[in-house]
């Protein structure tokens, strides 16, 4: 098949998930500067997300220095302390300074980005893509 007939299908996926996306968590972007999703689980990665982005920038040689479990050190690690998300949390956090949107953000993406990459996966072992997209449709849209 040629390359770019592939990539545009590979890329109508790519978008097709960003919309059932957007359908499952309607209405919860209308609120997405003031509203989590669950009661728990929300804060307290919005609490490790700024103290890691907090201490990156400032003092990078305290990161792992957590508040809690005081007066333990390298407490932080004893958690999941989700660095690697940074990527995403800390441009919308530098442009928003809202902690909760920026979470939101964080979470809106990650869930289309597991989709994309069970499909991925999944078309590179199968080469159906049909089957490939509800494989990572399932993935990441039945948490909801």
């Excluded at 689980?41 to 919005?46: A, E, K, R, V």
């Excluded at 442009?95 to 980005?113: D, G, R």
């Excluded at 990459?117 to 849209?141: D, E, H, N, P, Q």
Aim: hydrophobic content about 50%; overall charge neutral; aromatic content about 24%.
């Amino acid at each position: 098949m040629d390359k770019s007939k592939e990539l545009l299908k590979h890329s109508l996926v790519c978008i097709l998930y960003l919309l059932l996306t957007l359908l499952f968590i309607y209405p919860t972007y209308l609120y997405y500067s003031n509203a989590v999703y669950s009661f728990d689980d929300p804060q307290d990665m919005i609490w490790h997300l700024m103290w890691a982005y907090d201490n990156i920038l400032k003092d990078f040689g305290q990161l792992f220095h957590g508040n809690i479990f005081y007066p333990v050190k390298y407490s932080f690690i004893f958690t999941d302390h989700m660095i690697g998300t940074l990527i995403i949390f800390a441009p919308a956090y530098f442009l928003t300074k809202n902690p909760v949107l920026s979470h939101n953000i964080l979470m809106f993406f990650l869930t289309i980005l597991s989709g994309i990459s069970v499909y991925s996966l999944f078309y590179y072992w199968t080469k159906k893509r049909l089957a490939s997209f509800f494989t990572g449709f399932i993935f990441c849209l039945f948490i909801f």
